[in-house]
Every structure is written in C-alpha cells, then in structure tokens.
C-alpha cells in the first residue's frame, strides 16, 4: 500500500498542478497545511481567508500564498479563485460562536459564493468538508444546512466532487469548544474499541482529502463516510508503520 501511494503522490507531482484551501486557520485546515508542505504534492497552493496568520511552523514553502479577502464582498475577490485544479474546503463555523444567522451565512452562503467563484475560476476537483449525519432534510440545523451544501455543490457539475463526512474529530482544539471537549473524553474508550464507528482523528481527515485528490478516480461525486474516511486517510499510515518500524523499538 505505501509504494502504491507512493506511486500517486509521484505521478501526480509531475503535472504541476495548483491548489485553494479555505479555512486553512481552523484545526482541520493547519493540520491539511501542514501535510500539504511536507508532501509538496502542487506547485503552488493559495491559502484563502480573512487573516493572515503566522505559518513558520507549519513547514511551508515558496509555493504557500496567503490572500486575505472580504467575505463580505467576496466578487472583488474573484481573482483570488482563479486557476486552481484542487480545492480544499474546511470552511465553517458554530451556532455556538456565530448565532444562528451567523453559521448560516459562513457554513451555507459563504461557501457557496466561493464555490461558484472556484468554479468560475476554472476549479475541476472540488473537496468539501461536511459532517457525519448530513441531511438536507435533518431536524438539526448543522446536518441539514451541511446536507444542503452538499446537494447544491452537486449540481454546480464540477469534474470532480469529493464529500467528507467524518464523525467526531478527536482533536485538541485550540479553541474552547467545552461540548465537544466533553464528547471526545466520553468517546475515547469507544474509540479505542471500535475505532471507525463514530470518532475520526483528525489527521486520517486531512489526509483523506489529500489522498482523494492524488488518487486517480472515475467518480464524478464521491461520498466519503467515517469508516471510508479512516480507510483512505489512516491505512497508508498503517502501512508505513508496518512496513517502517520505529527505530526507538
């Protein structure tokens, strides 16, 4: 498995291609940066977002540019979407953080305009973090407002649509979330019994994403559920490990 990823990851340096991530300050995003740096898969990857942060620890290069935009006038922005092969999406918010209204306009409007922007912009694979449980019809507003982005992003016809849907993210997240703090301490001892079931660390999340976009595929959308996501993201970690034993053994 390791040589065969190696193989992708090799064929698909050779065609130089681009790539736009958006929501690059969230946990998800640094962690996709950080592995973006390391495998240096594009020759030049755009980082989208409201602030610029420092990413001198991230490992980047020459090829990371930061574009800071208005989200509020996001069509004087259109350049910044422009000639890009691969997004990443981790854009999002919370009810808790922004109201009601406030997750509505990042996790719905804003990622839509941009969408349609990226695809204006010449964008052709299309990778979209949503959650596990998304629904257009959900009783919920964070799995029925994900599960409505998924399905207008499936009619904007990009060549290639790639949907992730991981449950919990087990994560230590530099910002306070105190309920979801609670539910990764709960689920720790279920995750370590049926490790694919409701929990997904948040690395096999970002490297799910990452191994979809090198991976060559005849699907035009792809749902990646949890346990999907865990196979794709975690097995060549697996892998490696077995094949490349620790030298602290």
């Not at 257009?136 to 990009?158: C, D, I, P, W």
């Amino acid at each position: 498995m390791a040589e065969a990823a190696d193989a992708n990851n090799e064929a698909f340096r050779e065609k130089k291609q681009t790539a736009i991530v958006l929501g690059y300050t969230g946990e998800t995003g640094r962690v996709l940066v950080r592995m973006l740096a390391k495998e240096k898969l594009f020759s030049k990857v755009t980082l989208v977002g409201r602030r610029e942060i420092d990413l001198s620890k991230d490992g980047v290069g020459t090829e990371f540019e930061q574009k800071l935009v208005d989200f509020e006038k996001l069509d004087d922005h259109a350049e910044a979407f422009q000639g890009h092969d691969v997004g990443f999406w981790c854009l999002g918010t919370t009810r808790g953080k922004s109201g009601v209204e406030g997750f509505k306009k990042v996790d719905y409007d804003y990622v839509l305009k941009t969408a349609e922007l990226a695809k204006s912009g010449g964008l052709r694979h299309f990778q979209f973090m949503s959650t596990y449980g998304a629904d257009q019809n959900a009783s919920t507003l964070y799995s029925r407002t994900k599960g409505q982005v998924e399905e207008a992003l499936k009619v904007m016809h990009f060549e290639k649509l790639s949907i992730f849907r991981p449950a919990v993210l087990m994560v230590d997240r530099e910002e306070s979330r105190p309920v979801e703090a609670v539910a990764r301490f709960v689920l720790k001892p279920i995750a370590k019994l049926f490790p694919t079931a409701i929990t997904v660390p948040i690395e096999y999340v970002a490297k799910a994403m990452i191994n979809a976009a090198v991976t060559p595929s005849h699907d035009n959308v792809h749902v990646f559920e949890n346990k999907e996501i865990h196979a794709l993201g975690g097995s060549a970690r697996v892998c490696k490990d077995k094949q490349e034993p620790s030298k602290n053994k």
